[in-house]
């Protein structure tokens, strides 16, 4: 059965590309930015910055968690 012929979830590649990209970014640049700024501006300890790093992921898994599951059940 393909993903886009089910009448009571119609789901196009576009959409699922769409929502895809969005969780991504949800999840990946504040992660990022944290890092970015912990290290090159505030100059903090390589360990410092790397434990606020993967905190801010774990964090940002859990909004995009969210986030999926309102696009799954948006009729």
């Keep these: ?6 009448e009571s979830n119609p789901l ?3 959409r699922l590309f769409g929502v895809s990209s969005l969780i991504a970014l949800i ?4 992660a990022v930015l944290v ?3 912990m ?6 300890d390589l360990l410092i910055t790397v434990s606020l ?3 801010t992921l774990f964090i940002g898994m859990g909004v995009g968690y969210r986030v999926s ?5 948006m009729d």
Excluded: D, E, Q
């Design 35 to 37: 890092t970015f700024l």
């Design 69 to 73: 599951r309102k696009f799954v059940t």
């Design 39 to 44: 290290h090159y501006y505030i100059k903090a």
């Design 12 to 14: 196009s590649k576009a």
């Design 53 to 55: 790093g993967l905190l």
């Design 1 to 6: 059965m393909k993903w886009g012929n089910n």
């Design 27 to 30: 999840i990946a640049v504040p």
